[in-house]
């Protein structure tokens, strides 16, 4: 999710149609419900830990996917074991990835689950770019929700700040009844925005990018740990896991992620059941 997820400077963009299969209605949303809370983690470092292991378990099953990327079928994208499908939807408040409606379509037709992610900027509200994000992806309770936490390459001082990042996923559990997961990296965690564990942040489910041997997890998820772990860019991962990367049919190279537990937990936490 790295450079490619930026939208090029002055890029005129038109299609703003929602990632959704055709509706008649709008989408209907749970009732907001109170969050648990937890401790403080000891003061932050901006310095990652190192991880302490190259032989992470976990199910290597889920790909994440922006008009970037060139898909062919998604059936035999079903057919290479992958599980799941998380696409770019959004970024800012104003540009809506245009393959996403389509590729809605395609990959709940092949049986895959589905998701969608918002990329963070710094030149709306986080309210805002939640609202966007939500019309965009029209999600059902079956889809998985995603914030992109990262530095803009492209304008570093245009970058998603923790107050924006704190809005945007409390609007979106207000609206949803769930919090969205958090695509981070533990530097930028620790040091880009400094997420403690007092933030709301803490409490979205990790989805952790680190292309080392072993996933470093952020000082504010050190007790929850990471749910998702984007291991490869496709192109490029750490060293040992590397090895156990496979072909995946019917797309070309695109970000890897393994989820930390079975095909099961998978569904359960998919559907927020965990």
């Given amino acids: ?3 490619r ?3 090029l400077s002055g890029l005129s963009v038109t299609a703003l149609t929602g990632c959704s299969s055709p509706r008649t209605a709008p989408p209907t949303y749970a009732s907001a419900y109170q969050y648990p809370t937890e401790p403080d983690p000891p003061p932050p470092d901006p310095v990652a830990p190192e991880p302490v292991a190259s032989d992470v378990r976990g199910l290597d099953a889920v790909i994440d996917l922006s008009a970037h ?5 998604f059936q035999l994208v079903r057919a290479s074991n992958i599980l ?3 696409h770019k939807a959004s970024e800012g408040d104003f540009y809506a990835d245009p393959r996403c409606p389509e590729r809605r379509s395609q990959a709940e037709a092949a049986g895959l689950l589905w998701g969608t992610y918002h990329f963070g900027k710094g030149d709306s509200s986080g309210e805002q770019q939640a609202a966007f994000f939500l019309e965009t992806s029209r999600p059902t309770r079956r889809t998985l929700l995603a914030l992109d936490l990262e530095a803009n390459e492209g304008d570093p001082s245009n ?3 923790l107050e924006q990042a704190e809005a945007f996923v409390q609007a979106v559990g207000n609206a949803t009844g769930r919090l969205p997961l958090v695509y981070v990296h533990s530097n930028w965690a620790n040091g880009g925005v400094g997420v403690t564990g007092s933030s709301i942040l803490a409490r979205c489910g990790l989805w952790v990018v680190d292309y080392s041997d072993a996933p470093r997890i952020p000082l504010a998820w050190a007790t929850s740990g990471w749910r998702l772990w984007q291991y490869s860019s496709g192109e490029y991962s750490g060293r040992r896991v590397n090895r156990r990367d496979r072909t995946i049919q019917g797309v070309d190279p695109c970000d890897r992620n393994m989820f930390n537990g079975d095909a099961a ?5 998919w559907y927020g059941a965990a």
Avoid: K, Q
């Fill in 1 to 3: 999710m790295i450079s």
């Fill in 5 to 7: 997820r930026n939208v």
């Fill in 69 to 73: 990327n060139s898909v062919s079928s």
């Fill in 84 to 86: 799941g499908v998380i």
């Fill in 159 to 161: 970058s998603m700040t």
């Fill in 265 to 269: 937990a998978l569904d359960r936490f």
